[in-house]
């Protein structure tokens, strides 16, 4: 395998032939200054002295900004010419403009060499003061110059990987979520910042009901634009899904030139790329569009500073739309199968519900309560989810349960209510089969835990029982007081307050409980004396 070429192996090797080339010159001092280009300014990157006593210390090396045309090495960077300089007042004469801060009298001669790409400036070396005292000649500016080639290729080695290992990172953050808006952001954004460009947009691929598919706008650092479409065939984007062939146009002159396909505005320079499923994966089985490899395409325009974007750069992006596209098809599958999955527990839910026609209005009101809830408890958006979807779940073991017990007016006997507690362990059994319903699956398991220890099935107590668990305890309480039971009738909304405060600390979070007093009256709920009211709030409580 290659080695991975890293920014210390960068200084290293510039480090190591500018040292020799100190030597071949016969000079004392040497250094690469390299071009920030969204700041404009030259920075120190490597310095390297034979005499110790001449060295650059590091604050100064830290501390050193050059603008373009500020100094000798900002003017041969502005300018994109080489300079021999023996004589630094003659310099000053020839361009009167020039600024620098060292005293003229103690410059000796000097070498300051321009490193283009693409005919811009991104870095300049500098050759200092031979060691004899003498002066620097053409044939040691030709050798400066070679040396500047060499520093290129060894800038561009470590931009290209570090590239890389950039991509690598800002996908890796991409997989990590499944929330497809969430990917759709940081597609954009990131995509922006790795060919530092201020306009970017993901366009996917949609079908409509006759059959015909369409581009729309998913993403865009332009708001004004999301949701706008494009036909197939139409426009660059419309071609390159077409064709799943990317495009780079430097100028709006290539761009009219053209004839492959129609600019509907004058965007400059920009790039745009086809999102590829190019490689197998155990998602493409699931693609919405089976036959079509392209799902979707990725714009660019206004690279920073107007400059035209790079072959390089296009490269880059087409290595990062190929993960992008595995990336999205992944969040596909993934909230598809979700979805499949709790259609099939939903399905199950509703034969539970032929069984005890309340588990549907419970479960849904008992969905608002929690969502409620975990909007004040500042809930991240997954721990919202998965706490609703528990809330809707949380009594599906119920369907293992015999129907006399569910429906039985009075007091359960000791071997009913153990019956009855199996629920949990039949929801565990029914839901412990999907990865991706762990998190909801631990909140059911232990909505019957109590605050004190003593609820069940593995008696835990106070902060060991999960937080959502805690939130469905207490909203399952409350509705289940709220509502006409087989064995009693619904409480006040006054005595469910007060029985509340009652199991604070006991069967309850106090911090829960807390919350939940403060928007009881806000809830669609109701006390025993409107029970059309009731009825109509728990079919619509979601």
């Known amino acids: 395998m290659a080695e991975i070429y890293t920014i210390d192996k960068f200084v290293d090797g510039v480090e190591t032939l500018l040292r020799k080339a100190l030597k071949d010159l016969g000079a004392m001092r040497g250094s690469l200054m390299v071009l920030d280009n969204r700041e404009k300014v030259l920075r120190i990157k490597v310095a390297v002295s034979l005499n110790p006593s001449g060295s650059l210390g590091q604050a100064i090396i830290d501390g050193t900004r050059l603008k373009l045309g500020e100094g000798v090495s900002g003017m041969v960077a502005q300018t994109k010419k080489p300079i021999l ?69 060894a800038l561009k080695l470590e931009r290209l990987n570090r590239g890389i290992l950039h991509v690598n990172e800002i996908i890796r953050e991409i997989s990590l979520t499944n929330s497809l808006n969430e990917i ?167 034969a539970l519900e032929s069984k005890d026609g309340y588990t549907k209005a419970h479960s849904d009101s008992v969905e608002f309560i929690c969502g409620a809830l975990a909007d004040r408890l500042y809930f991240t958006d997954k721990e919202k989810e998965d706490l609703q979807i528990a809330a809707l779940l949380h009594d599906i073991g119920k369907i293992g349960i015999p129907e006399a017990i569910l429906h039985k007016k009075g007091r359960l006997t000791s071997d009913e209510y153990t019956k009855i507690k199996t629920h949990i362990e039949e929801a565990d059994n029914i839901l412990r089969h999907t990865f991706y319903l762990d998190d909801s699956r631990e909140i059911v398991r232990h909505h019957h ?70 928007i009881l009256h806000t809830l669609p709920l109701s006390g025993p004396e409107d029970e059309t009211s009731r009825a109509k709030t728990s079919r619509n409580g979601n």
């Open 449 to 518: 835990e109590s605050f004190d220890g003593t609820g069940y099935p593995a008696g835990l107590r106070g902060e060991d029982i999960p937080m959502g668990a805690r939130v469905l305890a207490a909203a399952d309480a409350l509705h289940a007081m709220t509502s006409n039971r087989p064995y009693r009738e619904a409480m006040p909304l006054e005595a469910v307050a007060e029985e509340l405060s009652r199991c604070s600390g006991k069967q309850f979070d106090p911090q829960v409980v807390g919350l939940l007093l403060e």
């Open 184 to 350: 759709y952001r940081l597609v954009v954004s990131n995509g922006a910042e790795i060919l530092d460009c201020e306009s970017a947009s993901l366009m996917l691929v949609e079908k409509r009901t006759d059959g015909s598919h369409y581009l729309v706008v998913k993403e865009s650092t332009d708001r004004d634009v999301v949701g706008q479409t494009r036909k197939l065939g139409e426009s660059v984007s419309g071609y390159v899904w077409k064709t799943g062939e990317p495009i780079l146009i430097k100028s709006v002159e290539d761009g009219i030139r053209d004839r492959r396909f129609k600019i509907l505005n004058k965007p400059g320079s920009f790039i745009v790329v086809p999102l590829n499923l190019k490689y197998q994966t155990p998602y493409a089985l699931n693609v919405a569009l089976k036959s079509v490899s392209t799902i979707g395409v990725l714009n660019f325009t206004q690279r920073a500073g107007g400059h035209a974007f790079t072959s390089e750069q296009l490269e880059a992006i087409i290595n990062y739309s190929n993960l992008v596209a595995i990336a999205i098809e992944k969040a596909r599958y993934f909230n598809e199968s979700k979805t499949a999955y709790l259609s099939t527990v939903k399905a199950l839910s509703a």
């Open 85 to 153: 300089i023996n004589d630094m007042e003659e310099l000053k004469r020839q361009f009167p403009g020039l600024q620098t801060t060292t005293d003229s009298a103690r410059y000796e001669s000097s070498l300051v060499v321009p490193i283009l790409e693409d005919g811009l400036t991104v870095a300049v070396l500098n050759i200092n003061d031979k060691v004899d005292g003498g002066r620097f000649t053409n044939n040691d500016l030709l050798t400066s110059e070679m040396l500047a080639e060499y520093c290129g290729v």
